[in-house]
């Protein structure tokens, strides 16, 4: 079984440049988060979708990240402009509607360095 | 006051020793709790779930206790290859999950 593809794997920008990462989930999994996870941190929740609807964006620094899910499946975060707080790691999960975190699986994630 | 508390640690045990991690969370309501696993620059993976009764896997044993808010994970007779940070993770309803800070172990020959 394929599991979760993110890309690109690393990204350094200068302060105020855009960004996006890609996550492709896991065959029919409905759920698709999106974490940040800071060094010597855990990973904070950005944003979750249930097939491509939100269900939970609160933590989402809504004036300059965005995410989207297109038809269900694969999704993008972006950031614009970027601010040297968001050097972290994004990390891509998916697991199928009914599992939740019992079955959460991860991506490689992308590790962002903002210059 | 954070929804999911760790002691950060790092936790420095010899091979062989017996060590245990605990994990706070703020709200009542949470429904699922689970631990798990990060190794140094990779990503999370379930280690083990926690249920009600309890969890024992192999060495792992996990507990949970509603009335004060705390889970736990104890590890027997220590591997130099449980040298990782450990995250406890709560669900609420609408399977929203809450990562803790996580908790680093090294284990020594």
């Known amino acids: 079984e394929a599991g979760v593809a993110q890309s690109p794997r690393y990204k350094i920008i200068e302060k105020r440049q855009s960004v996006a990462f890609w996550c492709n989930p896991i065959?029919?999994?409905?759920?698709l988060y999106w974490y940040q996870q800071i060094l010597g941190q855990g990973p904070k929740l950005l944003i979750q979708?249930?097939?491509?609807?939100?269900?939970?964006d609160s933590q989402l620094p809504k004036d300059r990240f965005s995410a989207e899910r297109l038809k269900g499946v694969d999704s993008t975060l972006k950031i614009q402009p970027a601010k040297l707080e968001d050097s972290a790691v994004y990390l891509c999960?998916?697991?199928?509607?009914?599992?939740?975190?019992?079955?959460?699986?991860f991506g490689s994630g992308t590790q962002l360095s903002v210059l | 006051r954070k929804e999911v508390e760790q002691d950060p640690g790092p936790f420095n045990v010899p091979e062989g020793a017996t060590v245990a991690f605990n994990c706070t969370y703020s709200?009542?309501?949470?429904?699922?709790f689970f631990w798990y696993r990060q190794d140094c620059r990779k990503e999370p993976k379930l280690l083990m779930s926690?249920?009600?009764s309890g969890n024992e896997d192999g060495r792992f044993t996990a507990q949970l206790n509603r009335a004060s808010q705390y889970i736990s994970l104890l590890i027997r007779d220590s591997k130099l290859s449980d040298s990782a940070t450990y995250l406890c993770?709560?669900?609420?309803?609408?399977?929203?999950?809450?990562f803790g800070a996580g908790t680093r172990l090294f284990v020594k020959a």
């Open positions: 999960a998916s697991s199928l509607e009914s599992t939740g975190a019992e079955k959460l699986f």
């Open positions: 065959s029919g999994h409905a759920t």
């Open positions: 979708f249930q097939n491509n609807g939100v269900v939970d």
């Open positions: 709200n009542s309501a949470s429904q699922s």
């Open positions: 926690v249920y009600s």
């Open positions: 993770v709560v669900e609420t309803g609408g399977f929203k999950t809450i």
